[in-house]
């Protein structure tokens, strides 16, 4: 369709590397599971967006900002979140876990003690961490993106880091050389988010275009067009 001269294009705001959600494939073409999310729901609803990938903690201050109307990064719907923010209906289940070398003996947080942890700047898996640091004696690092953070573990600069499972697990899955515990924890589920009050229109769009998403099979196509059965 074309563009009216007096459509509102929504600025929408995401993380850089959070694979499934968002990254870059080989082609430096930004994709992911928000990313095709996104897409379906604006042509689904006729609405115009542009994305741009600023990081997690960048994403937010933006948006507080006024500088983007929308956040999709994998961000969790969280009660403290949605004093300042308006979430959409929930799309994705996920939750926090802990990750270490492949070839680690670290198996529970007790042997955290006196190390340090790797976590990223504004995340739930930092929150997590820094809750529970004092009690098992550990100090927190925290990293840009999620990318330096794995490095961190990897070059030995922490012996761990607390991100969201599935996208930890989906680089391990793809080689990166860390291991998941089996314990996850501070469960929570995705959505998309604006300032409190500032686009309901936008909130009320995402809904009806996701339902309508999940309903046609178009949501589920994009899982499985990312995730492996
Ligand atoms: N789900 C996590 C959060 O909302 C991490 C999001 C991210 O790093 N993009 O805090």
Request: hydrophobic share 40%; with cysteine.
């Amino acid at each position: 369709a074309e563009k009216k001269s007096s459509e509102k294009t929504y600025i929408i705001n995401t993380d850089t590397t959070f694979a499934p959600f968002e990254f870059e494939n080989d082609k430096g073409q930004l994709v992911g599971i928000d990313m095709d999310i996104l897409k379906a729901i604006a042509i689904d609803q006729n609405f115009v967006c542009e994305v741009v990938p600023v990081g997690f903690s960048a994403a937010t201050t933006a948006l507080e900002a006024g500088e983007c109307d929308g956040v999709i990064a994998g961000m969790s719907i969280t009660d403290q979140r949605k004093e300042k923010y308006d979430f959409s209906d929930p799309y994705f289940d996920s939750g926090v876990g802990m990750a270490v070398l492949a070839d680690s003996d670290i198996d529970s947080y007790e042997k955290l003690n006196g190390q340090n942890v790797a976590a990223k700047i504004g995340t739930e898996g930092c929150k997590f961490a820094e809750s529970i640091a004092d009690k098992y004696g550990f100090t927190v690092t925290q990293y840009e993106d999620s990318a330096t953070m794995y490095q961190a573990v990897l070059a030995g600069e922490a012996v761990a880091c607390f991100e969201d499972y599935p996208v930890v697990g989906y680089e391990i899955s793809r080689g990166l050389g860390l291991k998941l515990l089996p314990t996850i924890e501070a469960g929570n589920s995705y959505g998309f988010a604006t300032m409190k009050g500032e686009n309901p229109e936008l909130v009320e769009m995402f809904n009806k275009g996701l339902a309508n998403i999940k309903a046609n099979g178009k949501y589920q196509e994009i899982l499985d067009t990312y995730i492996a059965k």
